[in-house]
């Protein structure tokens, strides 16, 4: 057992097919630069205007879009002109087929019941207490768990515990991790299978998953879980991972994310 840190990796995201690619490339060495997402969000969005087929429209009307500067008069291309509109428009159903998949690792319970709350756009697979055994003397070594932001050493509980000490917040924290450890290895040893015994496990205890999310539902998330908007320190910490993955790969996105 012991306190640990969030830790985040993109392990996969939306890229185009080796065929479509070498299309690209045959056109256009400058067309086949273009990062991935960017080119299947044109071809989205144009569907929906275009006469031309979806397999066409990044060769056929590429030159148009990405070869020319944005006609808004602000940052980039003519297609960053044409997202910039789709997203102010609401018409972002354009932009969930680019998605992007993530190892989330030491994280709280408490954040996940916080992240799971946002549906629709995403895919959680989460490492379950159930099958996962948490007792001190099981694989893992007991639960790892996370210190929230706020319990700190200088926050005192006067007067506090069994000899009336004044005791800080992080050893009142520490000392219940301890305890429910204790608690849970003592279950499991009476016989209490961990489907059950997992129930005196905390919010603090960590966990690790792989969670997919589309574009519009990053978006989404991060509009309402970045700083400033009233969130736990916790998972506007992970809102700030992820739009710092996302943008990693898809520069182009930068802009959305500072604009929700």
Known sequence: M????????LMFHTQLSKKFREKLQAESEQLAEIHDGKILALSAIRTCYSSNKPSEIA??????YFGSVASD????SDADRLIRQIV????????EGISFTFAI???SRALLAQLTRHRVGFSFSVQSQRYVRMGSDDKIGGFDY?????????????????????LSADYIFEDAMEFAQKAYDRLRKAGVPAEDARAVLPNAAATNL????NLTALLSFYSKRKKGRGAQAEITELAEVLRREVVDVEPWTDQFFEEV
């Open 146 to 166: 996370v210190v929230p932001e706020k319990v700190t050493s200088d926050k005192i509980a006067f007067e506090c515990g069994d000899y009336g000490l004044d």
């Open 88 to 95: 102010s428009s609401k018409h972002t159903s354009t932009l």
């Open 210 to 213: 792989v969670m997919t999310a």
């Open 73 to 76: 008069g602000k940052d980039g």
């Open 105 to 107: 690792e030491g994280v």
């Open 59 to 64: 060769i056929k009307e590429g030159y148009k």
């Open 2 to 9: 012991a306190e640990t840190k969030m830790s985040v990796e």
